[in-house]
């Protein structure tokens, strides 16, 4: 219903990747506000819930049906809180829940991507979880920050393959994430390019 009032349009390739009632780290760049919405209808196979940033589950009403239904709050500046609310979060899920990391953070400054945080590959080692990896882009021209107004437009989504963490160790944290920014790169110049492909400018930089 939010895409259809907002007039965007979703292009969603990789989707048969998703095992339904599977349970991953999806782990994805972040280009707007819009994000969240477009990955919510784009992956409907995946139960999804989010990593959040505090000010989301600040919003009456909003905040508290986050809370209710399993979403995490982080602070960023507290590193050590967020990741206790993360494994508490980890610990109270169902099972074929898969969680969302906006790896980067917070929502790109300039459009491009950026490094990735640990949290996301912490947590995979962690709970024995595959990562998967989401691109998203076109969000950026849709609902760039700052702007109040919705613009119409088309997003595109890239799924790919499950990595898996079957032979890696709790300190091999860092190769996890070269692996999972690798992928997502090479996932956002793919949904970029599709974008390209139809006369539709992505926003950001490459």
């Not at 998703?18 to 409907?44: I, Y």
């Not at 709050?73 to 590193?79: A, L, P």
């Not at 024995?128 to 997003?155: D, E, F, H, K, S």
Request: net charge positive.
């Amino acid at each position: 219903m939010c895409l259809r009032v907002g007039g965007t349009r979703l292009l969603v390739h990789g989707v048969e990747r998703t095992e339904p009632g599977r349970a991953h780290v999806v782990v994805a760049n972040h280009e707007s506000g819009w994000d969240p919405v477009c990955l919510l209808a784009g992956l409907p196979q995946l139960v999804l819930r989010f990593i959040a940033k505090r000010q989301f589950m600040d919003i009456p009403v909003l905040g508290q049906a986050l809370r209710l239904t399993g979403n995490v709050r982080v602070v960023r500046t507290e590193t050590k809180g967020d990741m206790e609310r993360i494994h508490t979060g980890m610990d109270r899920r169902d099972p074929a829940v898969s969680i969302l990391f906006f790896a980067e953070g917070r929502r790109s400054r300039d459009g491009a991507l950026h490094p990735f945080k640990m949290g996301a590959f912490v947590t995979a080692l962690g709970y024995g979880l595959p990562i998967l990896p989401v691109a998203i882009t076109g969000t950026r021209p849709i609902w760039a920050r700052g702007v109040v107004r919705l613009r119409r437009g088309t997003v595109a989504i890239e799924v790919g393959e499950p990595i898996p963490i079957e032979g890696l160790a709790p300190g091999d944290r860092k190769l996890l994430r070269e692996r999972g920014f690798a992928a997502v790169a090479r996932l956002r110049a793919r949904a970029r390019q599709r974008l390209r492909d139809l006369g539709i400018d992505p926003g950001g930089i490459d």
